[in-house]
C-alpha cells in the first residue's frame, strides 16, 4: 500500500507498509525495494551524498522562498521522519502548486493519519497526473474495499508504466481471480527485481515443469519439501543420490533460476527452495549454503533441512543446534529429528518430550516414533494408542504398527483392515504382512497376491515367498528371478535356494584327471557361500561338500565345523567323516555323537560300526537300535543286519 513519487519518500514507504500492509515482512521490504526507480525530484537525490541535516537545511531555506522541489523534498523528509505535522503544510504547499510526487506522498501522510478518503483522493489527482506509484496505491486502496474493478483499473495503469509493485499487485489481483495473464505481470515485476514475484513466478514455472505430463506416458513428479520425509526414525530417504543427478532443463531450468534470483534477494522461502532442488541434484555444498541463509533470516524449515545436511555429514552436534532452533520456532520435523537423535543415545526421557512436541507442532511421525518408542519399552496400551493417532491422521507405517500389535494379541480380524488400509497406501511391510495373514489361513492365492506386490516394491522376503511359491509350482524361470532379488536383498534363505536351483541344472562332474588344474568355483557356490557367511547352516554344509570335491579339505572342515558347532547335525556327521579319512578317529566319533543325539541315522550307524571294532558289543546294539529308529531305510537295514551279528556274537 506504500507508493511514493521519488527517492525522497522511499524510507517512509517502508515505514507506512509495516503500520498498514497485510503482507508478510519480507514482502513489505521487497515492496519498498522495488520503488527504488521511481524518483520525484532531482533535488531528492543529491541527498545521498550530503549530510542530511545540511541537506534539510538547504531545503528549508529553498523551499521559505518558495522553491517548489525543494517544499516537495523537504516535506518527504519530514514524512520519511515520522513527523507527520511537519510534512503535512511542505506537501499541501507542493500539491497545491502541482507537484505529482508531493500529492503521492500528501496520500500517504493522510493515510498514515487514518483518512483513507481523501488520501485516496490525492493519490487520484497523482495518478491521473501520470504517477505510477499513486496508481498502484490507488489501486490497493481500491481493492482492500472489494472494488476489484477499479482496483485493477489502477494497477494496470502502474504495471504498464513500468511499476514493480504495480505489476506484481496486479498479478496478485489476476491469480485471485484465476486469471492465466497473471503470470506475465509476476514475470514483469519479477524482471525489475521485485522479489515476491520472482519467487511465486518460480514457483509457478517449476509447478508446470514437474506436474505436467511432458508427453503420452510421462508422469509427474514433485520434488520434495526439504527433510520431510527423513524424520520418522531419524533415517534419510531424502538423502542425495549417488552422484549428481542431471542438470534441470526447461521450465525447471528457468524455476532455478528465478530461485536465485529471490534468495539472492534476501527472500528467505526462495532459499529454502532452492537449497531443497540443490540437495536433490546432489550438489549439498550450495544447498547448504541456501538452507543456511535462509534459516539466518528465521525459515524454521530451512534450518531442520540444514540440520539433516549436517547429520548426514557426520556433524551430529551442529545438526542438533540447527534442529533446536527449528523446533523452538514450531518445526514440527526437527522436534521429530531432535526426539530420535535423543532416542539412539539412550535419552528415551528426552525424546519422548521431542517426540511430544513434534506431535503438538502437528507433524504425525512424533506420534508414530511415540508408539515406537512406547513399543521398546512394553507400553503396550500407550503404544497402541500413539500409533492409533497417528494411523487416522494417514501414517501408513503408523497403520502397519497398530496391526501387528493386534495381531499379536490376537485379534486377526481387528488387524486386517489396518494391514490393508496401510498396503493400500504404500506401505510395503503391510503388503506382506498381509500375505502372512492369509498364508495362516491358508489361504495361499490370495497370500500370493499380497507377496507379489510387496515383492514388485522391493521387499526382500516377499520376493522369497513369490520364489518359493514358484518353484513349489514348477515355474523355475520365475523362481529364478525372484529368489535373485531376494538373494540380492540380503535374504540367506534365497541365496541358498537360488544356490540350490543352479546347482540342479550343473553336469556331472567327470573322473579327476590327475595333475588338472583346479576348477574355478560357480555361480551356485558363491551363492552357497553368501549364504553360507550369512550363518546359513544347510549351505555351509553345502559349500564344505563342494570344498571337499575339489580336494580344498582345510576349507571343507571349516565350513562342516562352522555349520556342526551351530548345531547343524549334517554338518557334524560330515566333520565326522573327514576326521576319520584323517585318522582322526576320536574326535570323529565325538561329531558322530553330537549328530545321533539330534537324529542323524548314519551317524548312529557309524558309531555302532567303531564300536563293534572295538569289541564294544553292547554299545554297538545299542547304536544300532537308534539307527534303526532314526533311518532312512536303507540305514535302518543296514543297522539291523549289524545288530544281528552282534547279538549272536554276544550270545556265542
Not at 582345510?554 to 567323516?577: C, I, Q, V
Not at 539307527?627 to 556265542?652: D, F, I, K, N, Y
Amino acid at each position: 500500500m506504500v507508493f511514493m513519487g521519488d527517492r525522497a519518500t522511499l524510507l517512509e514507504t517502508g515505514r507506512f507498509v509495516q503500520r498498514h500492509a497485510r503482507n508478510a515482512a519480507d514482502e513489505i521490504i521487497e515492496a519498498a525495494g522495488a520503488a527504488d526507480p521511481v524518483l520525484g525530484t532531482t533535488a531528492v537525490a543529491d541527498a545521498d551524498a550530503e549530510n542530511e541535516t545540511e541537506t534539510e537545511a538547504r531545503h528549508r531555506r529553498a523551499a521559505e522562498h518558495g522553491d517548489l522541489a525543494s517544499m516537495s523534498a523537504l516535506g518527504a523528509m519530514l514524512l520519511r521522519r515520522g513527523d507527520l505535522d511537519g510534512a503535512e503544510p511542505y506537501l499541501r504547499a507542493a500539491t497545491a502548486e502541482g507537484d505529482r510526487a508531493a500529492a503521492n506522498n500528501l496520500g500517504v501522510l493522510l493515510h498514515q493519519r487514518g483518512y483513507a478518503d481523501e488520501a485516496a483522493g490525492w493519490w487520484r489527482v497523482a495518478a491521473v497526473a501520470g504517477s505510477a506509484p499513486a496508481a498502484h496505491a490507488l489501486g490497493r486502496h481500491h481493492r482492500e474495499r472489494g472494488d476489484e474493478p477499479a482496483a485493477e483499473y489502477w494497477l494496470r495503469q502502474a504495471a504498464e508504466q513500468g511499476h514493480a509493485l504495480g505489476a506484481y499487485a496486479l498479478a496478485d489481483l489476476l491469480e485471485h481471480r484465476g486469471d492465466v495473464g497473471a503470470e506475465r505481470w509476476l514475470r514483469a515485476a519479477a524482471e525489475q527485481g521485485h522479489r515476491e514475484a520472482a519467487y511465486r513466478l518460480a514457483m509457478a514455472l517449476e509447478r508446470r515443469a514437474t506436474e505436467t505430463p511432458r508427453g503420452p506416458h510421462a508422469t509427474g513428479t514433485r520434488l520434495p519439501v526439504p527433510g520431510a520425509a527423513r524424520s520418522a526414525a531419524g533415517a534419510t530417504p531424502g538423502a542425495a543420490p549417488d552422484g549428481p543427478a542431471a542438470e534441470p532443463v526447461g521450465e525447471l531450468a528457468e524455476a532455478e533460476q528465478w530461485f536465485r534470483q529471490a534468495a539472492a534477494r534476501g527472500h528467505r522461502r526462495a532459499a529454502l527452495h532452492l537449497g531443497a532442488l540443490l540437495e536433490q541434484r546432489g550438489e549439498l555444498k550450495e544447498a547448504g549454503r541456501w538452507y543456511l541463509s535462509s534459516a539466518k533470516e528465521g525459515e524454521a524449515r530451512a534450518a531442520c533441512a540444514l540440520g539433516f545436511l549436517l547429520r548426514d555429514a557426520g556433524d551430529e552436534e551442529s545438526a542438533a543446534v540447527w534442529w533446536l532452533r527449528a523446533a523452538q520456532d514450531g518445526d514440527g520435523n526437527a522436534a521429530n529429528a531432535l526426539g530420535a537423535l535423543h532416542a539412539a543415545r539412550g535419552e528415551q526421557q528426552t525424546a519422548e518430550r521431542w517426540y511430544r512436541a513434534a506431535t503438538d507442532a502437528g507433524d504425525v511421525n512424533g506420534a508414530y516414533n511415540l508408539g515406537l518408542l512406547c513399543a521398546a519399552q512394553d507400553r503396550i496400551p500407550q503404544a497402541e494408542q500413539w500409533y492409533r493417532r497417528a494411523a487416522y491422521a494417514g501414517h501408513r507405517e503408523a497403520a502397519n504398527a497398530l496391526a501387528v500389535l493386534l495381531l499379536q494379541a490376537g485379534d486377526a480380524n481387528g488387524a486386517e483392515p489396518w494391514f490393508s488400509k496401510a498396503a493400500e497406501a504404500g506401505s510395503v511391510d503391510a503388503a506382506f504382512n498381509l500375505g502372512i495373514l492369509h498364508a495362516g489361513r491358508d489361504d495361499d492365492r490370495t497370500a500370493l497376491v499380497w507377496y507379489e506386490r510387496a515383492a514388485a516394491a522391493g521387499h526382500t522376503e516377499a520376493a522369497l515367498q513369490v520364489g518359493i511359491a514358484a518353484l513349489r509350482d514348477g515355474d523355475e524361470l520365475t523362481a529364478e528371478r525372484h529368489l535373485r532379488c531376494a538373494a540380492g536383498g540380503g535374504s540367506a534363505e534365497a541365496a541358498f535356494r537360488l544356490a540350490s536351483v543352479l546347482d540342479a541344472r550343473r553336469p556331472e562332474p567327470g573322473p579327476a584327471v590327475l595333475g588338472a588344474s583346479r576348477e574355478e568355483k560357480s555361480e551356485c557356490e558363491e551363492w552357497y557361500e553368501r549364504a553360507a557367511r550369512q550363518g546359513h547352516r544347510r549351505a555351509q554344509v553345502r559349500v564344505g561338500m563342494l570344498a571337499a570335491a575339489r580336494g580344498d579339505l582345510a576349507e571343507a572342515d571349516r565350513w562342516y565345523r562352522e555349520a556342526a558347532e551351530a548345531g547343524s547335525r549334517n554338518g557334524a556327521f560330515n566333520l565326522g567323516l573327514l576326521l576319520a579319512r584323517e585318522g582322526s578317529e576320536r574326535e570323529a566319533s565325538l561329531w558322530w555323537t553330537r549328530a545321533a543325539r539330534a537324529g542323524h541315522g548314519r551317524a548312529a550307524l557309524r558309531l555302532a560300526l567303531l564300536a563293534a571294532r572295538r569289541g564294544e558289543l553292547t554299545e554297538g546294539r545299542r547304536w544300532c537300535a537308534r539307527a534303526v529308529e532314526l533311518g532312512p531305510a536303507e540305514v535302518a537295514e543296514r543297522a539291523a543286519r549289524l545288530s544281528e551279528a552282534l547279538h549272536q556274537e554276544l550270545t556265542a
